[in-house]
């Protein structure tokens, strides 16, 4: 089981909490939610990064940043998100112009204006930067790592698969991507050597709190993390019952650390299926809550039948009588009469 309460004090959670008014983007897909299912969403990339000249044959050079959000939490979905836009812009534009940054660090209504602004037409945001997110569904991650006979698809992995196709993305949709920074999940030296040998054309760099210093990832942390909170308040709105709270969602955050969260929980589980496609039941806090509720007669507990040892049963098993199934077989033959003997020919 993976657990990764990391956040632990009151004001991370308040930063990790949506806005009760979360602005909600383009990149959430309700259905898909709903469904429990992964998906990806691409924004229509910027006609001025699309213009090719005698100097640049295949687009204006791009920057490309990646980032997540949700990693750790319990409850929704983990989102990947890339930012791109011309080269010369990445500081200019994002830093300076617009103040992005971490978005761990950015005020929940902060950085849901930001994302309103990028996604709203002939705004500077809008007509020099695109983007896109790979929302993995907690059901999905879920199923990965809880794969049987030691074939976990782990959450590193995950992770790596997601970045890898949205990058791929990007570059199919004609971006001429030339510079590529990512916030590291692992080691960085390892992941980026994995990241150069499927994109040998492109500068990538690899870096713990890439987040916090490249203005790329910082976008990238927001596009994430604004899905990751839309995404949370669309599920509630279905599954967490908003009557219960009107002004804040009544799971908070979702994270194992948040005290709304782990309450919400308890007082929302299923005795049989637990809770629906918001959890990730590979986590720790879900199975802790699943044992104790068993205790206290609160979860049904269910047994699966033992599989027989394939060494010591065979397909021809079946069809060779013993002494223990001769006169079974005798008294079936007799219900449809006696054998005729040859003489009856």
Not at 36 to 57: F, I, K, N, R
Not at 128 to 143: N, T, V, Y
Not at 263 to 278: D, L, S
Not at 314 to 333: H, I, M, N, P, Y
């Amino acid at each position: 089981m993976e657990d990764s309460p990391m956040l632990v004090e009151e004001e991370d959670i308040a930063l990790e909490t949506p806005a009760s008014n979360v602005f909600i983007p383009p990149s959430i897909n309700e259905p898909a939610l709903l469904r429990g299912d992964s998906y990806t969403h691409y924004s229509a990339v910027p006609p001025t990064l699309l213009e090719t000249t005698a100097d640049e044959p295949a687009g204006v050079p791009c920057v490309l940043g990646v980032d997540e959000a949700g990693r750790g939490p319990v409850l929704g979905p983990m989102v990947y998100g890339v930012f791109y836009l011309p080269i010369p812009l990445s500081d200019p534009l994002l830093r300076t112009e617009h103040h992005f940054d971490d978005s761990k660090v950015l005020k929940p209504e902060f950085r849901s204006a930001l994302m309103k602004t990028l996604c709203t037409p002939d705004t500077s945001l809008h007509a020099s930067c695109g983007w896109a997110i790979s929302a993995l569904s907690a059901r999905d991650i879920g199923s990965g790592m809880l794969r049987p006979m030691g074939g976990s698809y782990n959450l590193n992995a995950q992770a790596m698969d997601a970045t890898v196709e949205l990058i791929k993305g990007v570059y199919a949709q004609g971006v001429n991507v030339r510079e590529i920074y990512v916030d590291t999940i692992g080691q960085p030296a390892a992941y980026q050597k994995k990241l150069e040998r499927v994109f040998p054309t492109a500068k990538i760099l690899v870096a713990k709190k890439a987040d916090s210093l490249y203005p790329c990832v910082s976008a990238a942390s927001v596009c994430a993390k604004v899905t990751r909170d839309a995404a949370l308040e669309t599920m509630w709105k279905v599954r967490g019952n908003a009557d219960e709270d009107a002004e804040s969602m009544g799971w908070g955050s979702g994270y194992p650390a948040d005290a709304r969260c782990v309450a919400w929980m308890k007082g929302h589980m299923h005795p049989v299926f637990g809770w629906g496609p918001e959890c990730r039941f590979s986590w720790g806090t879900a199975k802790d809550i699943l044992e104790t509720s068993k205790a206290g007669a609160g979860a049904v507990k269910v047994e699966w039948p033992v599989d027989e040892d394939p060494d010591t049963q065979r397909v021809t098993d079946f069809f060779t009588a013993t002494k223990d199934t001769e006169q079974d077989s005798d008294e079936l033959g007799t219900w449809f009469g006696t054998p005729a003997g040859l003489e009856a020919f």
